[in-house]
């Protein structure tokens, strides 16, 4: 693998407008790629935010902020997606991600990195569907993806150590703190953290205290957000979909089973702040 120049971000929700501008500001050239052109302008909003917060808070220039946005590309043409790297944020889906890396492969060969934001799903299991597995790596941001320093890198069987090395230095010319895990559904962070949500959501379902009050608690012995908050900004679907994942992965074990209150939330489309409803009411 040659330096990386070029990035395609692939899927612009949540988190792939996060790392595309981090990508972008780091200086790379970079392309944000969404099946769903409405998805790209909220995108390209929300990037202008977030750059404007960086700048009140002190944190980038204005200048830092004008050729961060050279560098970024908005796109809903699968054609143009010619890189070095891609990182895939798509739908938390192993069919969906190992449909998009083939097609990626097949226009762009064995010479790039492909890489998944995946929260759960295993990386030999995305790698052994693919035309290169070998090429095949878990680079794992976490949310708000321009803010957290944390990214998990996940080692597939198949990849070899070049590939590991490269991705490792990648993760630090973006600022970031890269941690290299192995292989396993959720990896380290969202396997530990699952039973936040589980347990939470558990703990409402038995009517012990309401939302609320249990946000409030957690608060108040020191995590920055409660659960019921979080789920709204990770995306209800999204953190739904992952404790899906995780309970088919570990063989349904009850530890992991998915609330009714969230399923619930989901197929009423309250999917949080991406909704303006979920736990908790918005302003659009
Ligand atoms: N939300 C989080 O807090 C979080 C944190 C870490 C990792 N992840 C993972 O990142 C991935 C993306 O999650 P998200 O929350 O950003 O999702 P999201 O729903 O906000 O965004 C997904 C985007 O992908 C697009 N898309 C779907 N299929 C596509 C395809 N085949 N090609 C191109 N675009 C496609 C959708 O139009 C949408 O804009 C998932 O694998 C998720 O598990 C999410």
Known sequence: MSKINNIAVVGAGTMGLGIAQVCALSGYVVKLFDLNEKSLQTAEQKIN????KGIEKGKISKQQKSEGLKNLNFTHNFNDLKADLFIEAVVEKLEVKIQLF???MENNGD????????SSIPLSQIAGKCKFPEKVIGIHFFNPAHIMKLVEIIKPAQADKA???????FVKSIGKVPILVQDSPGFVVNRVARHFYVESLKVLEDGVADLTTIDALIK???FKMGPFELMDLIGVEANYNVTKTMFEQFNFDAKFRPSRIQKAKVDAGLWGRKTGKGFYEYDK
């Not at 010479?111 to 995946?118: C, F, G, K, L, V």
């Not at 590939?163 to 230095?169: A, E, V």
């Open 220 to 222: 108040n012995m020191g």
């Open 49 to 52: 935010v977030n750059l404007n």
């Open 111 to 118: 010479t790039a990195i492909y890489a998944s934001n995946t």
């Open 163 to 169: 590939l590991i090395r490269n991705t490792k230095s």
């Open 102 to 104: 083939n097609q990626l």
